[in-house]
């Protein structure tokens, strides 16, 4: 919205075409949605607590986490609204990426807002019913696909790359819809999984999202991706504008959500932004390496799995409780202690993804 603003105003100062440059906006991007955050944190949890939309604690946990009952949640919403916002602003409208990773991170975010409002609101334990809810997951993550696979220019833009094999592509056809499908149904869910304790999954999100935002400046420059042997796919580098944002608004966010947090997210933040990350990297061709930066979320999921698995093969459960961040609390793990080393895992795992952009 403002980069039309600056290009009419260009032909009356030519310092406005500063704001052509992605690196700009991206940084303004942060800085608006980490403003917008801290600016309506405190308004958005006064109002939350108001309504009385505050968190439901399982019995069967661990103890600690029965003092965190009534903590307002839902806050994924000002997380939603504060990357919207700045995206709107300072990216450029026309391009097709930007829309489409917009509209899934907000239609997962609707996903999560209706099972929150059944929990949180009608006091329905169940909130959206599993069926629904994946139901809906997969309309709009297939619908995604669908859109990316019909709109692709190139052929690459459809082609399985394969990070350390500089020669390996794979052309994935029809398929490249279902790999899309399970990428982003699997990574809304992931995080959503994660996002158990404070501050667990969004600091993990701010830096994938990160890292994220620096594959796509490089593959949408032609010279970049050229030199670094990585898919130049025309356009995907405004995507560093959307992912700055997600880096402001996840930090803005922490500022609150931090141990011991004032407000959590929800399934209206997680499963949202679980979705952007996977819809992004499907975009930049880095599958891949998106399963390497989210360890934390693929490793929260693997948990899950083989715990049900396993118990309902065996009768046995392997861990003290799933998702594995449970398991080290009832081993007596302080909650902080957790959150930092799987912070710490996370930095160490985005290290090795953006690696990969010299290691082919």
């Known amino acids: 919205m403002l980069l039309l603003l600056a290009e009419y105003l260009q032909q009356f100062h030519k310092g406005f075409a500063v704001f052509q440059y992605l690196t700009l906006r991206g940084i303004l991007g942060v800085l608006t949605a980490l403003a917008l955050s801290l600016w309506l944190g405190p308004w958005m949890i006064r109002t939350l607590q108001v309504r009385q939309i505050g968190q439901a604690v399982r019995n069967d946990g661990p103890q600690s986490h029965l003092s965190k009952k009534g903590t307002p949640t839902m806050g994924g919403a000002l997380i939603l609204t504060a990357i919207a916002v700045s995206t709107l602003l300072w990216a450029d409208l026309s391009n097709r990426y930007v829309w489409v990773v917009l509209a899934v991170t907000l239609l997962f975010g609707a996903i999560g807002w209706v099972d929150d409002y059944r929990k949180v609101i009608e006091k329905n334990s169940r909130g959206l019913p599993s069926r629904w809810k994946y139901f809906w997951q997969s309309v709009f993550g297939l619908g995604a696909a669908f859109f990316l696979y019909m709109t692709a220019q190139n052929p690459v833009e459809t082609t399985l790359i394969l990070p350390l094999l500089k020669d390996v592509s794979i052309p994935l056809g029809i398929g490249f819809v279902v790999l899309t499908y399970f990428v982003i149904v699997g990574s809304s869910n992931a995080v959503n999984l994660t996002d158990g304790l404070d501050g667990l999954a969004i600091l993990p999100t701010v830096m ?55 407000v959590f997210m929800g399934d209206v933040g997680a499963l949202a932004l679980g979705a952007a990350l996977g819809t992004i990297a499907v975009i930049v061709r880095q599958e891949v390496v998106l399963f390497i930066m989210g360890g934390v979320f693929v490793m929260e999921t693997l948990s899950v799995i083989i715990q049900v698995a396993s118990f309902k093969l065996t009768g046995k459960r392997v861990f003290r409780m799933a998702p594995i961040h449970h398991h080290f609390e009832l081993k007596g793990w302080p909650e902080p202690r957790v959150i930092v080393r799987f912070w710490i895992i996370t930095v160490i795992l985005v290290l090795i993804g953006l690696a990969t952009l010299k290691l082919r």
Not at 246 to 253: E, I, N, S, T
């Open 208 to 262: 994938v999202g990160g890292a994220l935002g620096i594959f796509c400046y490089l593959s949408g420059n032609v010279n970049f991706a050229e030199y670094l042997l990585i898919p130049y796919v025309p356009g995907s580098g405004e995507l560093i504008v959307f992912c700055a944002a997600l880096v402001g608004a996840g930090l803005g966010f922490l500022w609150f959500n931090t141990y011991p947090a004032q």
